[in-house]
């Protein structure tokens, strides 16, 4: 018969400690995000209407809406994603299905892992050597974009190709045993079944884009514009910037549009990210293996 | 297998033609305009009103500092900076080493404001007080070490509050407060005039220095004398205007050669009655005599 020893009993003991302990850090982890979210809906909800959505600051910013700011992020991060995600992605399946395993490759890879460790403000100042001055794109929306581009490359590039590698070897085979070429397989196998992990990449670049500061103050935000822009070598105004100018460079600024601003820039990216998080679900649903 | 990812080339069709979209429209004139932080929020409300004068001209503010401002004209980027400080001969002569010709133009003055907290009860203070507390080698370092006793400053240790190296403010009041010499170590240097006063006015024990328009409520601005015991004058844009307030500086706008066109215009309103109301409204004196009713 099984009889619990003093060894067991301490062992149970145990267990549930660590079980304990380890919830409760974990509890902990949801704090700030409640906090946050929970101060920004109670302070920054009563400034939300349609006028702050959509008409412009008025009164050196201490009035009006933030609308300028909102369609500067979302062009920018639009911009920002059209550079990004056809190299990204195209880098990636470059290094996940063609290129050889030999020292080239893997010092690309570390450089790409590199780039990833660059802080932005050291993007930002680089985005203001090459596309503001050298390529003479000026401060616009174009030299901001690309800034954050190249920022965020290397998480749509390892995002990509983590989820093509995840596609199992054996489906390669198969097709490729069909007298299918490289590309054949990669465009009709490779490609649909990695496309759910190639989303998480663009959601984290989206969520990443929309909240930089740095990198876009140097390169094409400005702390006020009065229009909208017409093109993208224009100058716009950005959300996350608008932010850090309504709470740390207006005198008098009402206590709770700062708070607006910041629940509208968050609520954005969370918006973004359960759009791709629905569209990611739905792709998976329909996988077969 | 169909393929899944088709609906790839119609999301990217459906950005680029959002994009396009923002496109066309009226021709306009975008101007360039960056730098002091003390001047931002004038600049703002410049670029604000200007719309009503003029709809085809867009103005593009941005602050980050004299020193940024002037590196942008240097390079060219901006079509009008905006200083605290008057440009120095070295970045004179980098500007004209690029082919560019700055032009400067007194825009306003402003009553360089010294902060401290409210409960502070110090009512006067001098240059030299000044200089002891901010400059190099400095003997004050405690509020006693002034004659008075701040309520809630634990030890009486100075908070010494300052600017960051390429603020206009910063080196304005370095030429005019420390003369030659360097800033005191361990100041807290912040990165805007309203992150001084801000500081200042949440900590008993701080002083700092900023533009008179970011002057608050809650916090005291002593006057100002240019020696122990001498004549004390408050800091107000009246003061500002007759120049007996002791540090009272000119605001400037930096053009690239005489300014012609639309910028020649938009800097001739700006000097214009209206616009100068409206930088004595944001707290500044005006550069001329206006009545702004």
Known sequence: MFETTSINKKNITQQKLVRIGLGTMTGILILPVALILGTLIYKGAPMISFEFLFTGPTKGMT?????????GTVLLVLVALLASVPLGVAAAIYLSEY???????????????????????????????AFVIFFGFGTSILAASLTLAIMTLPV????????????????????????????????????????????????????????????????????????????????????????????????????????????????????????????????????KW | MPSRISYLPFALTAMTALLAGCGGGEQRQVIQNKGSDTLVNVAQAWAENYQQVDPSVVVAVSGGGSGTGIAAL??????????????????????QDNGQEPVQHVVGFDALAIFLHADNPLDEISISQLADIYGDGGTSLSWTDLGVEVPGCKDQEIVVVSRQNNSGTYAYFRDAVLGSRDFKLGTRDMHGSKDVVDLVEKTPCAIGYSGLAYAV???????????AGGACVAPSVETAIDNSYPIARPLFMYTNGEPTGYVGDYMNWIKSSEGQCIILEKGYAPATTVNCG
């Open chain 1, 63 to 71: 009035a009006g809406g933030i609308f300028p700011a909102l369609l």
């Open chain 1, 99 to 129: 290129a050889p395993d030999n020292w080239f490759t893997r010092s690309i890879n570390l450089a790409i892992i590199n780039l990833a460790g660059v802080p932005s403000i050291v993007h930002a100042l680089f985005g203001v050597g």
């Open chain 1, 156 to 287: 749509v590039i390892v995002a990509t190709r983590e989820s093509l590698q995840a596609v199992p070897m054996s489906f390669r085979e198969a097709c490729w045993n069909m007298g299918a070429t490289r590309w054949q397989t990669i465009r009709r196998v490779v490609l649909p079944n990695a496309v759910t992990g190639i989303l998480t990449g663009v959601i984290l670049e989206v969520s990443r884009t929309a909240g930089e500061t740095a990198p876009i103050m140097f390169t094409g935000a400005a702390f006020f514009l009065p229009l909208l822009p017409q093109g993208v070598l224009d100058q716009t105004m950005a959300l996350s910037l608008h932010l850090f100018v309504v709470s740390t460079q207006v005198p008098n600024m009402p206590e709770q549009l700062p708070f607006g601003v910041a629940l509208v820039l968050i609520s954005m990216v969370l918006l973004m990210n359960s759009l791709s998080i629905a569209l990611r679900m739905y792709l998976r649903g329909k996988k």
């Open chain 2, 74 to 95: 240097i390079n060219g980027t901006v079509d009008i900076a905006n200083a605290s400080r008057a440009i120095k001969d070295k970045e004179l002569k980098l500007a």
């Open chain 2, 217 to 227: 409520d809650h916090v005291k601005l002593p006057c100002v004398s240019t020696e």
